[in-house]
């Protein structure tokens, strides 16, 4: 049985930091592309940031400079630290653990999601 499981999400006020954590289960962790999402009330779900099995990483525009994404694949876990948040990155944060086949996506997992909110 895959799991994910999101943790260290909560309440900061403006410019604070948070790490979230979200450790795998289930799956073979190394060869898949780890990601970090978020979604706002009323607003789509949005990539965050990600990280392959060779450590590339890649960021949204809003975050670059901000957060950053690491993995540890001996514990099975990826993080996310969030510096300098703004009251615009308040979302559920959920992370996502994608396969590929080639170009194909051949197994895509996604975790329950934890809340982190901005706010003074």
């Known amino acids: 049985q895959v799991q994910l499981v999101e943790s260290g999400g909560g309440l900061v006020p403006p410019v604070g930091s948070l790490r979230l954590s979200c450790a795998a289960s289930?799956?073979?962790?190394?060869?898949?592309?780890m990601g970090w999402y978020r979604q706002a009330p009323g607003k789509q779900r949005e990539l965050v940031a990600s990280?392959?099995?060779?450590?590339?990483?890649n960021y949204a525009n809003t975050v670059k400079g901000r957060f950053t994404i690491s993995r540890d694949d001996a514990k099975n876990t990826v993080y996310l630290q969030t510096n300098s948040l703004k009251p615009e990155d308040t979302a559920v944060y959920y992370c996502?653990?994608?396969?590929?086949?080639?170009?194909?996506?051949?197994?895509?997992?996604w975790g329950q999601g934890t809340q982190v909110t901005v706010s003074s």
């Open positions: 289930g799956i073979f962790f190394s060869i898949y592309d």
């Open positions: 996502n653990a994608k396969k590929y086949s080639a170009t194909v996506v051949s197994g895509e997992y």
């Open positions: 990280i392959t099995p060779g450590g590339t990483t």
